[in-house]
């Protein structure tokens, strides 16, 4: 099945792992500011230049690799990341009000059933999956109506970037 034919049909895609995000991104290297509040507003910068470089950088190289292969016409909008789990995410939700129609999300670290972080997707009313991500694991999701997620409060830190894009 085809990474739009699972879109369609779930809302989201497990890609596997990609251990080149890693590599490239190198997240220990870094200090993520504002972690609970992600990209709002709050007059700090929460990423800083060097590492704004390197995750635009893998948010190109997503974008080359799965993007448009499926969309051609397809743009890369931003990228976020943050340490933790916000109340907000917390419950089944989707992300239709944002502006872009796919993204990706990128774990920096590994979960675990007895320390939560899970990823849970829902379709079609009552059809669920949830997934303990691993350092790597790669996510596609879409934003089109009806199809849900949601993520798992966690102990441990949870460190994760989103990727979106415009289709």
Same mark, same amino acid.
């Given at each position: 099945m085809t990474l739009k034919e699972k879109l369609k049909e779930v809302g989201y895609a497990y890609i596997g792992n990609v251990p080149a995000g890693l590599d490239l991104v190198r997240l220990d290297d870094h200090r993520l500011l504002n972690t609970e509040e992600r990209a709002r507003d709050n007059g700090e910068k929460d990423v800083d230049v060097q590492l704004t470089n390197k995750m635009r950088l893998f948010g190109y190289y997503l974008e080359q690799e799965y993007v448009k292969p499926n969309w051609p016409e397809a743009s890369?909008?931003? $990228? *976020?990341?943050?340490?933790?789990?916000?109340k907000d995410n917390q419950g089944w939700h989707t992300d239709?009000?944002?502006?872009?129609?796919?993204? $990706? *999300?990128y774990y920096f670290d590994d979960t675990a059933e007895e320390t939560g972080g899970s990823i849970n997707f829902k379709w079609d009313g009552d059809c669920e999956a949830s997934y303990q991500p691993k350092k790597g694991d790669l996510f596609l999701i879409s934003n089109e109506r009806g199809f849900w997620h949601r993520a798992e409060d966690t102990k441990i830190q949870r460190r994760v970037a989103s990727f979106d894009y415009n289709i």
């Open positions: 890369f909008n931003k $990228f *976020l990341v943050w340490d933790g789990v916000d239709t009000f944002e502006d872009y129609d796919i993204f $990706f *999300l």
